[in-house]
């Protein structure tokens, strides 16, 4: 990835700043604002009951980003996270805001021994890597025999999108059961994200209060501009429906796919 990357200045550049504005609005922010993938709790929630996540789960969070989802469910159910995150920026975020144990890891191959975690998530990622069977076989390979694991899966609904946002490859359902396959997954339950409680308002408050004190800070920056066009343009995409969100839940196959 190049420093023009508009992945870069995303998920690493404007990740990191949401420290800076977290610390002026309150750590009261910092979930909402950190909830890059998901948003909802409602999301979090339904994926955490699926996977049985409750009081000690050790959660890998592969693709952590700057690490809300993680901290919700270390708050809401006393499991015990460990964030994998390309993007340095965003790791440092996430120990910044929620003193997480964070690693800078791409999540196909993550430095983990088979079997070390009882639960693996990995939120609004699957769109971002081209080798989605890998990612997920990753994800498989560390959890431990009949561990769960779960993906929010932004899908393609159309043969092709008329604006591909540069970095994202979007799966349509055949390719997303086609990976989960190839990984040795089985997928148990789904449910489109349109079908749950959306963000409460005071979440969203905050979300965009952050955002907003990114946006005065910044605003004038090339890399500012280029990670706002990015989101913009995955905004349009799903307030079109040419692309849906999906939680899935998976499990490992009995007998597996040889990593
Ligand atoms: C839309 S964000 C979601 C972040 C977080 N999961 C959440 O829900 O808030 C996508 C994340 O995927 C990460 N990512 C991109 N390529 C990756 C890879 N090869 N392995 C793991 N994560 C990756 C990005 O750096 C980014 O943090």
Not at 66 to 88: D, H, K
Not at 142 to 159: D, F, K, M, N, S
Not at 195 to 210: E, I, N, S, Y
Not at 217 to 234: G, L
């Amino acid at each position: 990835m190049s420093e023009q990357d508009p992945m870069v200045d995303e998920f690493d550049t404007v990740a990191s700043w949401t420290v800076e504005a977290v610390r002026g609005l309150g750590a009261d922010h910092a979930l909402p604002a950190a909830c890059r993938g998901s948003g909802s709790p409602a999301a979090l929630d339904w994926l955490a009951d699926a996977l049985g996540i409750g009081a000690g789960t050790h959660l890998l969070d592969s693709g952590a980003g700057v690490g809300g989802p993680a901290a919700y469910v270390a708050r809401e159910r006393g499991a015990r996270p460990v964030l994998a995150e390309p993007m340095a920026g965003a790791c440092w975020a996430a120990q910044q805001l929620f003193d997480s144990p964070v690693v800078v890891a791409d999540g196909l191959r993550l430095p983990f021994a088979d079997a070390t975690f009882d639960a693996a998530w990995s939120l609004g990622v699957l769109c971002t890597v081209e080798d989605k069977a890998t990612h997920l076989r990753e994800l498989r390979r560390a959890v431990r025999p009949g561990g769960g694991v779960g993906l929010l899966v932004y899908e393609r609904t159309v043969a092709e999108l008329p604006d591909q946002p540069e970095g994202n490859h979007f799966p349509d359902r055949a390719e997303l059961e086609a990976a989960v396959a190839a990984a040795g997954l089985r997928m148990v339950e789904e449910v489109p994200l349109a079908d749950l409680p959306g963000t409460p308002d005071d979440w969203q408050r905050a979300a965009d209060a952050v955002d907003d004190a990114v946006e005065r800070q910044h605003r004038d920056d090339p890399r500012w501009v280029r990670a706002h066009e990015q989101e913009d343009a995955i905004g349009d995409l799903i307030s079109r429906e040419l692309v849906v969100g999906v939680l899935v839940h998976c499990r490992a196959e009995a007998q597996g796919v040889p990593a």
